[in-house]
């Protein structure tokens, strides 16, 4: 959605806060209250008003200030990362072995017994065509 420029009809605008009634989020609840209100919203389109734009505007701000609070993605191990890519491909781990030398090799990295070497990180980027970076 785009931001308004114009100053919105004070009455109007108090009139469509009255629903949803915005306030900072603090449970599940009413995260999920205000994501409902935000697809009324966008089920609108083009069609809304300024002074529903700006309600629209403090709904997703406020929704995502919970989720940032909430919903903090950790970041994904090497082992996770290669096993995804395994995954999204269908590969097994006698795929691997020409890349780590050995089976014994790929299944300790697979398995988080040891850790990826710079050497096989490059050769893993090479492999799925993806930055050695992600390995590391």
């Known amino acids: 959605?785009?931001?308004?420029?114009?100053t919105p009809n004070t009455e109007e605008y108090i009139k469509i806060l009255a629903e949803p009634l915005p306030r900072v989020l603090h449970t599940e609840d009413e995260h999920k209250r205000l994501v409902k209100e935000?697809?009324?919203l966008m089920d609108l389109g083009e069609e809304l008003t300024d002074e529903q734009a700006e309600v629209f505007d403090?709904?997703?701000?406020?929704?995502?200030?919970?989720?940032?609070?909430?919903?903090?993605?950790?970041a994904a191990t090497p082992q996770e990362i290669l096993n995804e890519l395994m995954l999204a491909?269908?590969?097994?781990?006698?795929d691997l072995v020409e890349v780590f030398g050995?089976?014994?090799?790929?299944?300790?990295?697979?398995?988080?017994?040891?850790?990826?070497?710079?050497?096989?990180?490059?050769?893993?980027?090479?492999?799925?065509?993806?930055?050695a970076a992600l390995f590391l």
Do not use: D, P, W
């Not at 403090?58 to 950790?74: G, M, S």
């Not at 491909?89 to 006698?94: F, G, P, T, V």
């Open 1 to 6: 959605m785009e931001r308004i420029t114009n």
């Open 38 to 40: 935000v697809e009324k």
């Open 58 to 74: 403090l709904l997703v701000t406020l929704i995502e200030q919970y989720e940032n609070k909430h919903y903090q993605l950790k």
């Open 89 to 94: 491909r269908e590969l097994k781990q006698k």
């Open 102 to 131: 050995s089976k014994g090799i790929v299944s300790e990295v697979i398995n988080g017994k040891r850790s990826i070497s710079k050497n096989q990180a490059k050769a893993l980027g090479e492999f799925f065509h993806v930055s």
